[in-house]
């Protein structure tokens, strides 16, 4: 019970360092703070991944010595953890409403476009329309304002993670930098430990609730399956 709790410890914490760095990373990769070199970056991110990794065993021992409530802990935890990533995915939702991603060098734009890099061929298909641009920007910017209230967390969350889950398999997939790369597993797997945190509520309406959907009691369940199996096969025919 004692090794149970201590990771769940250990994994919250973890989570809070991870998406702290990656916040840290946004700042120092900007070059736009003199006061903020990369030094002083990297020094931080070790900092704040190593009491991520020392903080739940200090935690845990102020529990069982029962000095520290957990409960407030753990809700100081979350809620920096929300914060962090709403922060973090904000500024790249406002670099792209003020022209700062999507942005393709003419020298590389005017190559043929069998000479590309996956990288830039990404980022002038999606440069090339600033409405889809602006789009996207409001999901992260608008996404992340509902992830600062409880009430809209889990709403936020799960939009969020479908964002960023098929634009890290595009980073991954497409060859991105590694600082993109780094940036969106980072994010996507810190909204999934805050969805995770309500996965009683998830299994429960997902998968226990009854749908309101009207059945058709006129043919059973076997005939179903076999009429939605025959629908795939449909399709692969017609290919």
């Known amino acids: 019970m004692a090794l149970k709790l201590l990771l769940k410890k250990f994994i919250t914490c973890f989570i809070a360092g991870l998406s702290f760095a990656a916040l840290l990373l946004v700042f120092g990769n900007s070059g736009n703070i003199p006061w903020f070199p990369p030094a002083i970056v990297f020094s931080l991110v070790g900092i704040s991944l190593l009491i991520a990794l020392i903080f739940p065993f200090i935690w845990q021992f102020l529990e069982n010595k029962q000095k520290i409530n957990s409960d407030k802990i753990y809700g ?3 809620t920096f953890i929300r914060f962090v990533i709403a922060f973090n995915l904000m500024s790249f939702g406002w670099k792209k409403v003020f022209g700062l991603q999507f942005v393709v060098p003419n020298e ?3 190559k043929p476009m069998n000479q590309q890099s996956g990288e830039w061929l990404t980022w002038y ?3 090339y329309s600033l409405t889809l641009g602006l789009i996207t920007a409001a ?3 608008v996404g992340s304002y509902l992830l600062l209230f409880r009430k809209t967390m889990l709403l936020a969350a799960i939009i ?3 964002f960023m889950l098929n634009l890290t398999l595009i980073n991954v997939f497409y060859q991105m930098n590694a600082g993109a790369l780094l940036q969106s597993i980072i994010i996507t797997i810190s909204i999934l430990f805050l969805i995770l945190l309500e996965y009683d509520r998830l299994i429960a309406f997902f998968l226990k609730t009854k749908s309101n959907l009207p059945s058709i009691s006129l043919i059973n369940i076997f005939t179903k399956n076999i009429i939605r ?3 795939q096969g449909l399709f692969i025919k017609k290919r």
Request: proline share 0%; hydrophobic share 65%; net charge neutral.
């Open 108 to 110: 590389i734009a005017s």
């Open 160 to 162: 969020l993670f479908s």
């Open 76 to 78: 100081l935890i979350y």
């Open 229 to 231: 199996f025959l629908l």
């Open 139 to 141: 999901i992260q910017i």
């Open 125 to 127: 298909y999606f440069g």
